[in-house]
């Protein structure tokens, strides 16, 4: 059933064009703006409106690529919600999918794989490290931003993170199966959970297929049989170069902790394409009928399949006609949400001889046996009732009595920094594990950060907290200028350019329910944003969260030749700070404070010419020297994660002019 007519509108913005892909969740549709720009829209399928976590995973496409923004990952712009549809709107990419490509050139040269693979990888390095991953990786969701004969390196583009999953404390073991058979991790498979890992794993069988012209797995069977394969076979040897080969190995390795991490992976990838430039593309060989088993295949997980299930894995097709083989949906490449029963095992009972014809039950030593236990429970609920205080009642029955868990994750900040917090709370314990995400995107991040944990509930005192992971005290309003009720300073963290670091507090609180729980962790985010973006506030304190811009000044007018002065002024959230410069050039003594904690330092910024050769940059970047009379001249910047800064213009003029 289509989901809308072209012309139609959608929402009070947006006009439907043509229908360009359909996936298992929605269809996706051309849409004009009202400013004429043409867009796509994502269009959730109506079958699905009743099924909650379709609903769940659909709007969470949006939320999660809100976080994601990356040259190589699809941009989101909008969502549309009107009556019983749900639609995102996001950017139009005109090029076509990898699946176009392998469908009309069938393999590549290896360089020109190597390459579209380490642009997915860069995708997934900046995704996995804000704890997001895939989980459904594939030609059809790897687009191009021009047709495969005109692409250019820069040109890939990243999609369809709706059925991402955020990544916590530790990888959360999943109620379903969704992903693509042909592109499955086998943990996901064996164990029914999969993390970045299996992203990994997923654009290894991407690499694969780009260049022998299928998956490693494809063959005769079900779709089930194919899937099973990446649990228990080897994927067969394809003749490329030895070097290569390896690397294709690591990425389809059985074994998650030995796959390399989305960096690791680019940096191998591309080192080796430059060496592979001049090699041919394979021809396309058939798909193999026989693959040799690993020694030792994983054990399919028995809360994913029942036993019937099981026994059907080896067999393509099923040795029994009877056997029903579970479906996964099409073995190709379209997406499956394959639901998970959870079956009750109860052990067989056992026979038992018909009884004899019983005395009167209240002649029996199972009557007499029963009322003196009831005179023992009475007396025993008597002396409970004495014994037992109110208040060690009241904590008998405070909190839940389930395991909960409750996560967030902020917007990211102007400096790069993107903070993700877990939490799970464990009844036996009485206490709240809270775990701390810090992300970086361009620039290294260091120095002190603010983390507010607050009470669970209005009136009662900031927690006792336990802190693993950084170095803590109390925040001091009196230094920092941030007066900020259960507020913590953390510092010695050293967040790298495109990667994480976490640290975790243990907290002794008791939740009342899930409610509470997410209230909680969401009202220790907005009170940690509300402090850090104060306008009120001043001083140069947690600059990696309250730092909003920075302003290039320059003088007025300069005499050539002369070195320019550069001062790099910070801005708050109460406006720009010309007492507190961030960088001063040329440089006198160490770098401040502020630029190490947001740049990593020097190394972190650069200045470039801006008036077409009236400037001269040394080779360290830092250092800009007025060499042309010019009547405007503007010098630009880089700073850490504030990047294209503009000074505004000034005069350049000889010490003639400057004399009168």
């Known amino acids: 059933m289509q989901l809308a007519q072209t012309g139609q509108a959608l929402g009070a913005s947006y006009r439907f064009g043509e229908r360009v892909g359909s996936g298992a969740v929605g269809e996706v549709w051309t849409v004009t703006a009202t400013d004429d720009r043409i867009l796509a829209a994502k269009v959730l399928r109506p079958e699905h409106a009743d099924d909650p976590s379709l609903v769940e995973r659909f709007v969470r496409e949006r939320s999660v690529l809100l976080g994601l923004q990356d040259p190589s990952i699809v941009t989101v712009r909008d969502m549309v919600v009107e009556g019983a549809r749900l639609a995102i709107i996001m950017d139009y990419v005109a090029g076509g999918s990898l699946r176009d490509v392998v469908r ?84 996901l498979i064996s164990q029914g959970r999969s993390g970045p890992p299996g992203d990994i794993y997923s654009t290894g069988v991407l690499l694969y297929e780009l260049l022998a012209g299928r998956t490693p797995f494809a063959g005769p069977g079900t779709d089930f049989s194919v899937a099973y394969r990446h649990v228990s076979s080897r994927p067969p040897r394809i003749p490329v170069d030895d070097a290569l080969w390896d690397v294709l190995a690591g990425l389809l390795s059985k074994d998650p902790a030995e796959r390399p991490t989305a960096p690791e992976a680019v940096a191998t990838l591309r080192r080796l394409a430059a060496r592979l430039a001049s090699s041919a593309p394979l021809t396309r060989g058939e798909a193999p009928a026989d693959f040799d088993d690993v020694d030792r295949p994983a054990t399919v997980v028995r809360g994913a399949f029942t036993d019937a299930d099981l026994a059907a894995l080896a067999s393509a097709p099923p040795a029994h006609e009877d056997t029903e083989v579970p479906s996964l949906g099409d073995a190709g490449s379209a997406t499956i949400a394959r639901p998970m029963p959870r079956r009750d095992v109860r052990p067989p009972a056992e026979a038992r001889p018909e009884p004899e014809e019983a005395p009167p039950f209240w002649r029996t030593r199972t009557a007499l046996l029963l009322a003196g236990t009831a005179v023992l429970l009475l007396v025993g609920m008597v002396v409970g009732f004495v014994v037992l205080s109110p208040g060690e009642q009241q904590a008998a029955s405070g909190g839940s009595g389930d395991p909960l868990t409750a996560q967030t994750q902020d917007t990211a900040l102007p400096t790069g920094l993107t903070i993700s917090r877990a939490a799970a709370y464990e009844p036996s314990s009485g206490r709240v594990r809270l775990t701390l995400t810090y992300a970086a995107q361009k620039a290294p991040l260091s120095g002190e950060f603010l983390e507010v944990v607050p009470a669970m509930a209005e009136g009662e005192a900031c927690p006792a907290v336990t802190w693993e992971g950084a170095s803590v005290k109390r925040n001091q309003a009196s230094i920092t200028g941030l007066d900020v009720a259960c507020g913590w300073t953390l510092s010695d963290l050293q967040v790298p350019a495109g990667g994480s670091v976490q640290v975790t507090a243990s907290v ?21 944003s509300a402090a850090t973006q104060d306008p009120t506030v001043t001083g140069t304190a ?12 320059t003088p007025a007018r300069v005499v050539t030749p002369s070195p320019l002065r550069i001062t790099l002024i910070p801005v708050w959230a109460g406006g720009p700070d010309e007492l507190n410069p961030l960088y001063v050039s040329p440089a006198a003594g160490k770098p401040s404070q502020m630029l190490t904690a947001v740049t990593g330092g020097e190394q972190g910024m650069r200045f470039a010419d801006g008036c077409g050769g009236a400037l001269a940059v040394d080779s360290s970047g830092l250092t800009v020297t007025a060499l042309q009379i010019t009547p405007e001249c503007t010098v630009r910047a880089s700073v850490g994660n504030f990047t294209e800064l503009q000074s505004p213009a000034f005069d350049i003029t000889s010490r003639e002019d400057a004399a009168r």
């Open 542 to 553: 947690y600059p990696v969260q309250r730092l909003t811009g920075v302003e290039v000044r």
């Open 508 to 528: 002794p609180a008791q939740p009342a329910d899930q409610q509470a729980l997410d209230a909680w962790v969401r009202g220790g985010s907005e009170a940690t």
């Open 104 to 187: 009309e050139a069938g393999t590549l040269r290896p360089a020109d794989a190597l390459e579209v693979t380490a642009e997915v990888l860069d995708a997934l390095a900046f995704a996995h490290a804000r704890g997001v991953t895939h989980r459904d990786i594939k030609p059809d969701n790897v687009l191009l931003a021009q047709p495969w004969p005109e692409w250019t390196p820069g040109d890939v583009r990243v999609s369809d993170f709706g059925i991402s999953d955020v990544v916590g404390e530790r990888v959360r073991q999943t109620t379903g199966l969704i992903g693509t058979p042909q592109y499955m991790p086998p943990e």
